[in-house]
Every structure is written in C-alpha cells, then in structure tokens.
C-alpha cells in the first residue's frame, strides 16, 4: 500500500514538474496511511488549538499578574509566543493536506516555510539560553540579580534572539534554494525541512550536507553549551547550601526549564547533528513531529503544573474572569 501511493504521488509530482519547471512542490506527508488521515486530522487539530491556547493565556497571564513582571517570566513570555508562531508555520499546512488531494506547495511558500520554522527554531535555542543564564544569575549571584538582569539587559537578550534566528534562518534558506533541483519535486515529509528538500537536489549534496550540519552543530551547540555551564554552576551552588528544603526549592525554580530544554535539545540533536541517511523517513517525520509540535503543546502544561506562581496566577486571573464581583 505505502509503495503504491508513494508512486502516485511520485507520478502527480513529476507531471506537475512538467507542467510548471518547479513552480510547485507536493508534500507527501502521511500518505502511506491514507486510511488515517481523518484521525491524525481530528488529533492535530486538537494539538494545534491547545498548543496555540494554551501558549496564549500563559502570555495574557504573565502580562496582566504584576507578580510575573521578573525577568524569568518576560522570557518565559516570549517563548509562549514563538511556540504559537512555531507550530502555526507547519500544522495549519498539515491539516489542509490530510483532508485534501491537493497535497502541493508552491517553491516560494515551501522556501518561507523552512524560512520561518528555522527562524523559530533558532531563536528558541538562544531564548532558552537566556533563561537560563537568568536562573543561573537569580541562584549564583542573587544579591546582584536585579541590576545584572535589569529590564534593558533582558530586552537586549530577547532581541539578540530573535535576531539570530532570522540571520541563520536567511542564511541557510538562501544556501538550499539557491541550489539545482531536478528530477522528482515530491518532498517526503509532512513540511519543507532541510534535509528531506535536499534530496531533490540534482546533485551530489554530500558536502552541502556536512556545511549543513557543521552550522546546525555550531548553532544549536553555542547555546546549549552556555545551559550547560549554567547548570553545572547552579549545581554546585545548589549541592553547597545547608538546608534540604532550600535546595529543592531553589531547583524548582529552574526544573521547568530543564525539562523543556531536554525535551528540545534532545530530538534537535539527533535531527541535525547527524547524516541525514541514518533513519528512515518514517522516524525522521516522527522525530520532527516531536519537536515541532509534541513539545510546544507540552511547555504550557510543564510552566503552568511544575510552577508554583504560574498556578497562582492562573488562579486569580480564573477568579477575575468568572468571578468579577469578588
């Protein structure tokens, strides 16, 4: 079955390639499980709706509760904001194919696709770094906290971010698309990602693939290994304090994060850092599908549940809304 659709669809796109000299691409996405779609459709939809929810009222919450206008929640903010743009640059896309025949995308919307999800991508990467040096400066020099991460610094910090996300996301969108594509225009995964795009490339891409993920290595590892260091100062500062209470207190402040950049830089890592023959389509899509929307719906539900604050605040925001008169 999956072999008779991969050639329908592989026909479908070598005709259009014909008709239109790559103006188009066709997203094969899960057709290999056609008889799914409709329950992967009503699942993602469900995702998407609580992911972009969800990420909203952790926003509104943080905005509205003076008790979360700290550094820690400003950036906690504006990854509550990425992840409702992250997810929304490839599930919408998704949806509309599971439930459609036209399964196609055209060469400039599948170019700003992989444009803005790398964007997204690698501006998370600095945000986290930010916030964690945030915790490491609130547990490792918390008598100068307030002036090292003043309201100015933390913008620079945020900007800084999503800077970078767009100078990398530029740079290696205009390195693949500026390459030759030949042969057949259908893309083996559900969006326009880097390596299953490559394969279309009428070429021998092998060093193209390590340049690729040489910079993917170098991005994703400047900040991962500023966490890194981070955590082994927060460590040690934790393991040196007198009190039992005081310590798991004191790592509780930063447990959320943790969970979340392990979730995160766990399957980015095996995504990119690799060659891009060592796993099948299949486990490849299934790994994109973690990071790229198992992961934004799971940061609200670890904020708000692992957070005493956050719970607080949703709390009284709850009681405002549904209770005005009290």
Not at 61 to 79: Q, R
Not at 128 to 148: E, F, G, K, Q, V
Not at 151 to 156: A, L, P, W
Not at 276 to 281: A, H, L, N, R, V
Request: net charge positive; aromatic share 14%; glycine share 2%.
């Amino acid at each position: 079955m999956r072999q008779m659709w991969v050639a329908e669809m592989k026909y479908a796109g070598e005709e259009m390639r014909n008709d239109t000299s790559m103006a188009k691409f066709v997203l094969l996405g899960f057709s290999s499980h056609p008889d799914t779609n409709l329950m992967l459709f009503v699942a993602f939809l469900c995702v998407y709706i609580i992911t972009v929810l969800g990420n909203i009222l952790i926003v509104v919450v943080i905005n509205v509760d003076p008790a979360l206008h700290t550094p820690m929640y400003f950036f906690l903010s504006n990854l509550s904001f990425l992840e409702i743009c992250y997810t929304t640059v490839t599930l919408p896309k998704m949806l509309a194919n599971l439930l459609s025949e036209d399964k196609t995308i055209s060469f400039v919307g599948c170019a700003a696709q992989m444009y803005f999800f790398l964007f997204f991508a690698v501006t998370e990467c600095f945000l986290l770094a930010s916030m964690a040096y945030d915790r490491y400066s609130a547990i490792c020099n918390p008598l100068r906290y307030t002036a090292i991460m003043d309201k100015r610094f933390c913008m620079k910090l945020a900007i800084s971010s999503w800077i970078c996300g767009i100078l990398v996301a530029l740079g290696h969108t205009t390195f693949v698309f500026t390459l030759p594509f030949c042969d057949s225009n259908v893309i083996d995964h559900f969006f326009c990602e880097i390596q299953p795009v490559l394969k279309l490339v009428c070429r021998d891409t092998y060093w193209n693939e390590i340049q690729i993920i040489v910079a993917a290595a170098f991005v994703l590892m400047m900040p991962f290994l500023l966490i890194l260091v981070s955590y082994i100062c927060i460590i040690s500062t934790i393991l040196k304090m007198q009190s039992a209470e005081g310590r798991r207190r004191t790592f509780s402040t930063c447990s959320s994060h943790l969970i979340v950049v392990t979730l995160f830089y766990g399957t980015a890592l095996i995504m990119y850092v690799r060659p891009k023959s060592s796993f099948s389509p299949d486990v490849n899509k299934l790994l994109s599908l973690f990071y790229s929307v198992v992961a934004p719906i799971l940061n609200p539900i670890i904020y708000s549940l692992r957070n005493k604050e956050v719970k607080d605040a949703l709390r009284k925001t709850g009681m405002k809304v549904f209770h005005p008169q009290k």
